[in-house]
């Protein structure tokens, strides 16, 4: 680029201009057509950066720097196109509206496509514009004070006019400066091919492969190899702009660069996980780790369907065919624990697709808490069975699942004999026990699909699906025989409880209601109650023993 100063000073004056041969006419021509096709290509490529410049400044970064490139590289042609001092000259003070630019924001793109985006402070870009701003105000002198450009003049010597100068100490600090920028830029684009995966390798090897060709025509310029005065620097720029257009439109580079990453907020508590627009994983959080200990920098570039192929969830929802948040378990036993994944779109203005967030919030003991507040609804405190409310619930349930398939269903309530006795005589403790007793003896005589709750004081309900009324009848007596042959031990004191129980139920072809059904057992129990106690009735029927079939 130009930052370099020219050699072989020609003492040839504008009188001693020399015949431009064809050969030197179509040198120049080709040098010029070229050079304003690079800046056209250059113009275009900052154009898509630009338009990306919602996936985070590193678009913003290389745009400037495209355009700053191709101001420069449209600037040396027209030069080369002039052929009077002062167009010469006007051109070159142009052209260093795009060289002070182009070395400090790559080393800024760099940045911020190799991880280090968060270093992009106030005091960086303060010290990155000291030596451009310095650079850019004395370019501007040229043809006045010069302090930019010590002695400038006319060069013959390639056969058609061409700016040449006198170095000065501030044009080795230039050198130095812009070397620097490239040298460190260079090296973090190489740093990332070896730490990266494979798809952000093929990414740093482009940046590091464009970055290349104006750092060889630096190195060239300055060291005198060349065999003219023509600056090679633009030229070679037109190699860097055919290898990003191959990256951009090849492996969609700009798709790719680390979206967002100032809202991954490294020391949040809640996992993060960012993917492109072709879902493919770019980047996470730490705490994505506590999630899921296995993920690696390995994972970043495959997709989310490689990377999580067991949770049809999570995919379902990554997919849009699910919408909202979803619930997901990890681990088992002790080691389980929930999240809640929420799912968002990344768009630019233009509400165009550019990534998108997946956040996993760690709901463990809030799911604990709940799960306890909604035990603690649905069951008796005391028994530990369901509670009025919650079995109504369950009981509406199996009712309209009756109602809708047929079968049988059948209800038993019962209620313990002479409870109030129980309590005035061994207390209002011994009378809880005898709750207790009843719950977890009849719980073991019964299977997992019958409900059995406590609606009452000491009055009970147990529905039975499947079952038809004459087996429901069979399982009160047994249920009645069983607490009437169990001893109840309280302070050294034994005694037994009794219970009476009323049986209702339908069949296939009847759809008796919730309330029919309760008010049919709740007469049979009344009826149960008035002949003494401990017996089981069905409907109004005759009082039923087990012994008596």
Same mark, same amino acid.
């Given at each position: 680029?130009?930052?370099?100063?020219?050699?072989?000073?020609?003492?040839?004056? %504008?009188?001693?201009?020399?015949?431009? @041969?064809?050969?030197?006419?179509?040198?120049?021509?080709?040098?010029?057509?070229?050079?304003?096709?690079?800046?056209?290509?250059?113009?275009?490529?900052?154009?898509?950066?630009?338009?990306?410049?919602?996936?985070?400044?590193?678009?913003?970064?290389?745009?400037?720097?495209?355009?700053?490139?191709?101001?420069?590289?449209?600037?040396?042609?027209?030069?080369?196109?002039?052929?009077?001092?002062?167009?010469?000259?006007?051109?070159?003070?142009?052209?260093?509206?795009?060289?002070?630019?182009?070395?400090? #924001?790559?080393?800024?793109?760099?940045?911020?496509?190799?991880?280090?985006?968060?270093?992009?402070?106030?005091?960086?870009?303060?010290?990155?514009?000291?030596?451009?701003?310095?650079?850019?105000? #004395?370019?501007?002198?040229?043809?006045?004070?010069?302090?930019?450009?010590?002695?400038?003049?006319?060069?013959?010597?390639?056969?058609?006019?061409?700016? @040449?100068? %006198?170095?000065?100490?501030?044009?080795?600090?230039?050198?130095?400066?812009?070397?620097?920028?490239?040298?460190?830029?260079?090296?973090?684009?190489?740093?990332?091919?070896?730490?990266?995966?494979?798809?952000?390798?093929?990414?740093?090897?482009?940046?590091?492969?464009?970055?290349?060709?104006?750092?060889?025509?630096?190195?060239?310029?300055?060291?005198?190899?060349?065999?003219?005065?023509?600056?090679?620097?633009?030229?070679?720029?037109?190699?860097?702009?055919?290898?990003?257009?191959?990256?951009?439109?090849?492996?969609?580079?700009?798709?790719?660069?680390?979206?967002?990453?100032?809202?991954?907020?490294?020391?949040?508590?809640?996992?993060?996980?960012?993917?492109?627009?072709? %879902?493919?994983?770019?980047?996470?959080?730490?705490?994505?780790?506590?999630?899921?200990?296995?993920?690696?920098?390995?994972?970043?570039?495959?997709?989310?369907?490689?990377?999580?192929?067991?949770?049809?969830?999570?995919?379902?929802?990554?997919?849009?065919?699910?919408?909202?948040?979803?619930?997901?378990?990890?681990?088992?036993?002790?080691?389980?624990?929930?999240?809640?994944?929420?799912?968002?779109?990344?768009?630019?203005?233009?509400?165009?697709?550019?990534?998108?967030?997946?956040?996993?919030?760690?709901?463990?003991?809030?799911?604990?808490?709940?799960?306890?507040?909604?035990?603690?609804?649905?069951?008796?405190?005391?028994?530990?069975?369901? @509670?009025?409310?919650?079995?109504?619930?369950?009981?509406?349930?199996?009712?309209?699942?009756?109602?809708?398939?047929?079968?049988?269903?059948?209800?038993?309530?019962?209620?313990?004999?002479?409870?109030?006795?129980?309590?005035?005589?061994?207390?209002?403790?011994?009378?809880?026990?005898?709750?207790?007793?009843?719950?977890?003896?009849?719980?073991?005589?019964?299977?997992?699909?019958?409900?059995?709750?406590?609606?009452?004081?000491?009055?009970?309900?147990?529905?039975?699906?499947?079952?038809?009324?004459?087996?429901?009848?069979?399982?009160?007596?047994?249920?009645?025989?069983?607490?009437?042959?169990?001893?109840?031990?309280?302070?050294?004191?034994?005694?037994?409880?009794?219970?009476?129980?009323?049986?209702?139920?339908?069949?296939?072809?009847?759809?008796?209601?919730? %309330?029919?059904?309760?008010?049919?057992?709740?007469?049979?129990?009344?009826?149960?109650?008035?002949?003494?106690?401990?017996?089981?009735?069905?409907?109004?029927?005759?009082?039923?023993?087990?012994?008596?079939?």
């Amino acid at each position: 680029m130009r930052w370099y100063e020219c050699f072989n000073v020609s003492n040839k004056t %504008d009188q001693d201009l020399p015949v431009e @041969n064809d050969v030197d006419m179509s040198e120049r021509i080709f040098f010029i057509v070229e050079l304003i096709l690079t800046s056209l290509v250059l113009v275009l490529l900052g154009v898509m950066a630009w338009n990306r410049r919602s996936t985070g400044k590193a678009s913003i970064f290389l745009a400037i720097c495209m355009w700053a490139s191709a101001i420069y590289s449209f600037g040396y042609g027209m030069e080369l196109n002039s052929s009077t001092q002062a167009a010469i000259f006007f051109w070159v003070q142009f052209e260093h509206w795009g060289i002070q630019l182009i070395a400090p #924001t790559w080393l800024l793109f760099a940045m911020s496509v190799s991880g280090f985006e968060k270093k992009i402070k106030p005091p960086l870009l303060a010290a990155l514009a000291v030596i451009p701003l310095y650079l850019f105000i #004395t370019s501007q002198t040229l043809g006045t004070l010069n302090w930019a450009h010590i002695n400038p003049r006319i060069d013959y010597s390639s056969g058609y006019p061409m700016f @040449n100068y %006198d170095r000065n100490v501030w044009n080795y600090i230039a050198v130095g400066y812009f070397s620097l920028c490239l040298g460190v830029s260079t090296m973090l684009f190489a740093s990332s091919i070896f730490r990266s995966v494979a798809l952000f390798r093929r990414s740093a090897l482009v940046y590091l492969l464009g970055s290349l060709p104006p750092l060889f025509g630096l190195f060239y310029q300055n060291l005198d190899l060349l065999q003219n005065n023509i600056d090679y620097t633009p030229f070679l720029l037109s190699i860097s702009g055919m290898i990003f257009v191959y990256g951009f439109s090849r492996l969609r580079l700009l798709d790719i660069i680390p979206l967002a990453r100032d809202s991954i907020f490294e020391n949040m508590s809640t996992g993060v996980m960012i993917l492109d627009r072709e %879902d493919r994983v770019v980047d996470y959080n730490p705490a994505m780790l506590l999630v899921v200990p296995r993920l690696n920098k390995k994972e970043i570039g495959r997709t989310i369907y490689e990377v999580f192929p067991d949770d049809p969830f999570l995919l379902q929802l990554v997919r849009g065919e699910v919408a909202g948040r979803i619930e997901l378990k990890f681990g088992e036993g002790i080691d389980t624990a929930y999240y809640r994944v929420n799912f968002s779109r990344m768009e630019d203005k233009k509400g165009q697709l550019i990534g998108k967030i997946i956040n996993f919030y760690e709901y463990t003991m809030e799911k604990d808490l709940l799960d306890e507040l909604v035990s603690q609804a649905a069951h008796d405190g005391l028994t530990g069975i369901y @509670n009025r409310q919650y079995f109504m619930k369950l009981a509406e349930q199996e009712i309209q699942r009756h109602s809708r398939h047929g079968g049988d269903l059948s209800l038993i309530m019962f209620d313990l004999d002479h409870f109030k006795e129980i309590n005035d005589t061994y207390g209002h403790a011994a009378g809880d026990l005898v709750l207790v007793t009843v719950a977890d003896l009849f719980t073991k005589m019964i299977r997992k699909s019958d409900i059995l709750a406590r609606i009452g004081g000491e009055e009970f309900v147990l529905l039975l699906p499947e079952t038809k009324i004459e087996s429901a009848q069979v399982l009160a007596e047994r249920l009645r025989s069983r607490l009437e042959m169990t001893m109840i031990e309280y302070e050294g004191q034994q005694f037994y409880a009794h219970a009476s129980f009323g049986v209702s139920g339908e069949g296939p072809d009847e759809t008796a209601s919730l %309330d029919e059904l309760y008010r049919t057992a709740d007469r049979a129990l009344y009826r149960a109650k008035s002949m003494g106690g401990s017996v089981v009735c069905v409907n109004t029927q005759t009082p039923f023993r087990l012994a008596e079939i």
